[in-house]
T-cell receptor, first 117, second 114 residues
């Protein structure tokens, strides 16, 4: 299995809602990532988990709360979002730094298209 | 500041023609460089990945080159197909102590017309 799956594909939420994005991989990768991508822009790193522990938080607002319950799953909890948070949210996974020839080759999921009203 | 710059921003070609996309980077120290293809609204898909010691890497109709001395890379697409219409993103892996960070270019949007 060489896939990263994300659910839901699309999500529309109000500014007072609480929702969660889910990401799953079964490639044995122990590093997982959340990216945010606005239209016609490159992905922007939000969070990195390494061995189920948060290792990088790129100064993301607290209304985004990541969670890594086990080595295969990564969640992103959303609360009190703003319309400017509307974007494509991408999950990726890789072997941790230094593992194997390619080290940190990242495999991306298809993304969740989020719209905040 | 470590940067990755791509050109052109957008490109329109006719089906069956070849094209070359450019990537210049200033990232140092550098681990590897990869090219991704991203269809609209989808996640990026890896096309090639090269370390500093590799000059060229092919994946079907896609051929990437790397000149680590001049810090330039190119992606050449031969015999283009309509399905090649997508954004092509150059990504450089920056080494930071025991960690790393991917530096993304802004991408080249390619449109292949019949």
């Amino acid at each position: 299995d060489t896939e990263v799956t994300q659910t839901p594909k699309h999500l529309v939420m109000g500014m007072t809602n609480k929702k969660s994005l889910k990401c799953e991989q079964h490639m044995g990768h122990r590093a997982m990532y959340w990216y945010k991508q606005k239209a016609k822009k490159p992905p922007e790193l939000m969070f990195v988990y390494s061995y189920e522990k948060l290792s990088i938080n790129e100064s993301v607002p607290s209304r985004f709360s990541p969670e890594c319950p086990n080595s295969s799953l990564l969640n992103l909890h959303l609360h009190a979002l703003q319309p400017e948070d509307s974007a494509l949210y991408l999950c990726a996974s890789s072997h941790p730094q230094g593992a194997g020839k390619w080290g940190n080759e990242q495999f991306f999921g298809p993304g969740t298209r989020l719209t905040v009203l | 500041k470590n940067q990755v710059e791509q050109s052109p921003q957008s490109l329109i070609i006719l089906e069956g023609k070849n094209c070359t996309l450019q990537c210049n980077y200033t990232v140092s120290p550098f681990s590897n460089l990869r090219w991704y293809k991203q269809d609209t609204g989808r996640g990026p898909v890896s096309l090639t990945i090269m370390t500093f010691s590799e000059n060229t890497k092919s994946n079907g109709r896609y051929t990437a080159t790397l000149d680590a001395d001049t810090k330039q890379s190119s992606l050449h697409i031969t015999a283009s197909q309509l399905s090649d219409s997508a954004s092509y993103i150059c990504v450089v892996s920056e080494v930071r102590d025991s960690s790393y960070k991917l530096i993304f270019g802004s991408g080249t949007r390619l449109l292949v017309r019949p």
